[in-house]
């Protein structure tokens, strides 16, 4: 329950027992020599002791500080967190391009444990959501498990201590780097934050401006200037929109179509693709009465997560929409995604020429991530912007060569090209003898449940392959998760483990079942998108089933998917001597007669005095 110190603390139980040891080691040097020996030898513990555990994780993002506000709650845990920027907010920190927002409704895109109830749009941009993110760390004392500027370079396993080394770099300066050894190790930094340039001939031989969406010059000014823009996810759509007002001509280029989506959870907000302010008087409501608010973020979350099924080949859901698509006629029944097709269809007009570059004609709604896209298609209607389908072929000191042989001069080229999404840590992962960053995420190798990866002891990644990416919001997804490691995290405290990691046929036995169950769903047909490794016919690391039964298969370890090596060698050894730790530390040791009110006060009955 606090940050990492360089001396143990002992157990309150050491006060009541001198005897009890519980300085990580807990072993004496007698036991120590006795394993040695073959000898097994009870430690002097008490049955629920845990023993003081040391953490580093890796992120303050999402996940990095809904882990530190449950995490300091949690007795006999010492934790560091290691931000290499400079403050809080993740990826929503490092993300600042043009028009940047979310794009699942941020009512359901926030912490349940922290709702806010002032949102001003249905999607928040970027700035009100790290703004979010950084008040909920000041307003929750978070900041103070962590060290900002701090970059993780290399994580090595001490396989005769079971522990990890961690060596950091503060503040980008390599005579500073320092180790740390830990227990256990978390991976939260997620995937979208190492961005990468596009793979093009010449392209820095261009002598005009070039910004990443991944790392956006915030002071790149592009009024009245020739812009490209490459690429076709979420950042591009967003920034296209946001800045074909202000440029003197834009083009973007992209290789594929893609479904731009009316805004989901339709039933709360504009069914025509227009992004919803909260009135005053809706965010009075929701302020006076959380209950009330508690309802309408449930119930846009059952029509999201609803929304899943469309995904399923040959469901009703799915069937319902096909139809709808193919007639291009609006009927209740077809509800889901607003029939991507037709809206597009509808938004776009006359446009020939945008429908048959934009709107897909041989993969399905859901194949790519969709994405709401709020203005995106009003934008290419516009005089100053135009559409250049196919490759890049080259660019030189002027701008861009497609594939057609045409030459594009440019002022500025904006990369929205994404991240590297290979699920691969950014530093090394040595675990004897060797790195294993580079096996992590590659196709053929098995993945346990999106959280852990075999022969990795002691670690766990959030958000790792497959994970539900396409089934909703990421909050809860990043809530579970953490839920998950403590749970992990405190039986390696109480039953005395020194090593913990997912079992070889577990994890393939997972990937089996979740490479079987996609081809029932669209993400299998042939298109690229980055949870198939930008590969069309690749294999879609995602989680094999709904937004609810991601959720509730994690909800508890399956510890008989895992690995265990004791400290002491015996499973049995966190028996103890004998004693019950309540029978010890001065709380209710007859816990087991329970109270109607729950509470765990000591027993005082006494009879009446006689007179």
């Known amino acids: 329950?606090?940050?990492?110190?360089?001396?143990?603390?002992?157990?309150?139980?050491?006060?009541?027992?001198?005897?009890?040891?519980?300085?990580?080691?807990?072993?004496?040097?007698?036991?120590?020599?006795?394993?040695?020996?073959?000898?097994?030898?009870?430690?002097?513990?008490?049955?629920?002791?845990?023993?003081?555990?040391?953490?580093?994780?890796?992120?303050?993002?999402?996940?990095?500080?809904?882990?530190?506000?449950?995490?300091?709650?949690?007795?006999?845990?010492?934790?560091?967190?290691?931000?290499?920027?400079?403050?809080?907010?993740?990826?929503?920190?490092?993300?600042?391009?043009?028009?940047?927002?979310?794009?699942?409704?941020?009512?359901?895109?926030?912490?349940?444990?922290?709702?806010?109830?002032?949102?001003?749009?249905?999607?928040?941009?970027?700035?009100?959501?790290?703004?979010?993110?950084?008040?909920?760390?000041?307003?929750?004392?978070?900041?103070?498990?962590?060290?900002?500027?701090?970059?993780?370079?290399?994580?090595?396993?001490?396989?005769?201590?079971?522990?990890?080394?961690?060596?950091?770099?503060?503040?980008?300066?390599?005579?500073?780097?320092f180790a740390e050894e830990v227990d256990f190790l978390i991976n939260g930094s997620g995937i979208l934050n190492n961005w990468t340039w596009p793979d093009i001939p010449g392209f820095h031989d261009f002598q005009g401006e070039k910004t990443h969406s991944g790392y956006y010059d915030s002071k790149l000014d592009v009024k009245g200037k020739r812009v490209g823009v490459i690429g076709l996810g979420s950042s591009a759509i967003q920034t296209v929109a946001a800045i074909a007002p202000e440029v003197g001509s834009m083009v973007l280029f992209h290789r594929t179509p893609t479904w731009i989506v009316p805004h989901l959870a339709t039933k709360f907000a504009d069914p025509n693709g227009k992004d919803m302010h909260y009135t005053p008087e809706l965010k009075e409501r929701f302020a006076k009465d959380p209950v009330d608010y508690l309802e309408y973020v449930k119930s846009v979350e059952r029509e999201l997560s609803g929304l899943f099924k469309v995904y399923i080949k040959g469901s009703p859901e799915m069937v319902m929409v096909n139809e709808v698509c193919e007639s291009s006629a609006m009927t209740k029944a077809a509800d889901v995604l607003e029939m991507a097709r037709k809206s597009m269809l509808d938004r776009l007009g006359d446009r020939q020429d945008i429908i048959d570059a934009m709107v897909p004609v041989d993969f399905p709604v859901g194949c790519r991530r969709p994405t709401p896209g709020t203005g995106f298609l009003e934008a290419l209607q516009q005089p100053n912007v135009k559409l250049a389908s196919g490759w890049i072929t080259c660019a030189d000191s002027t701008g861009l060569i497609r594939d057609t042989g045409e030459h594009v001069e440019l002022d500025v080229i904006i990369c929205c090209t994404g991240f590297v999404t290979t699920f691969r840590p950014r530093f090394p992962l040595n675990v004897r003898g060797e790195n294993l960053s580079p096996k992590i995420g590659v196709s053929d190798r098995p993945t346990y449940m999106g959280l852990a990866t075999p022969g990795v002891p002691n670690y766990f990644v959030s958000m790792g392959p497959y994970a539900p990416y396409v089934q909703g919001s990421a909050s809860k997804t990043v809530e579970f998760a953490n839920n998950y490691f403590l749970q992990v995290i405190q039986k390696f405290q109480t039953d005395f483990i020194k090593e913990i990691v997912p079992k070889w046929d577990a994890a393939q036995d997972f990937k089996d079942h979740a490479d079987t169950w996609i081809q029932r769903g669209v993400w299998r047909e042939s298109c690229r998108s980055w949870f198939k490794g930008g590969d069309a016919n690749g294999t879609p690391a995602i989680w094999p089933g709904s937004r609810a039964h991601s959720l509730r298969s994690i909800e508890t370890p399956r510890f008989e998917d895992y690995d265990i090596t004791y400290i002491h060698g015996n499973r049995f050894a966190y028996m103890g001597n004998g004693f019950e730790k309540s029978e010890l530390d001065g709380s209710d040791s007859t816990w087991y007669y329970a109270r109607p009110d729950g509470t765990n006060r000591l027993p005082n009955w006494e009879f009446p005095a006689v007179v």
């Not at 027992?17 to 006795?34: E, F, I, L, M, Y």
């Not at 007795?75 to 290499?84: G, M």
Request: charged fraction near 20%.
């Open 1 to 177: 329950m606090s940050p990492i110190a360089t001396t143990d603390v002992e157990h309150p139980l050491a006060a009541a027992k001198p005897a009890v040891k519980t300085n990580g080691a807990v072993a004496s040097q007698a036991v120590t020599d006795n394993q040695s020996k073959g000898i097994y030898t009870i430690p002097d513990t008490v049955l629920g002791q845990r023993r003081r555990v040391k953490i580093v994780f890796i992120g303050f993002g999402l996940t990095g500080i809904d882990f530190a506000y449950k995490a300091k709650s949690c007795p006999d845990l010492d934790f560091q967190i290691y931000e290499k920027n400079p403050a809080a907010g993740g990826t929503w920190f490092e993300n600042t391009y043009p028009g940047c927002a979310c794009d699942v409704p941020i009512a359901i895109y926030q912490y349940s444990w922290n709702l806010k109830t002032n949102w001003e749009k249905y999607y928040a941009t970027q700035a009100h959501i790290c703004e979010y993110l950084q008040q909920t760390a000041e307003d929750h004392d978070l900041n103070r498990f962590v060290k900002y500027n701090h970059e993780v370079m290399a994580c090595d396993f001490l396989d005769d201590k079971g522990r990890w080394r961690v060596t950091i770099m503060p503040n980008n300066d390599p005579t500073k780097i």
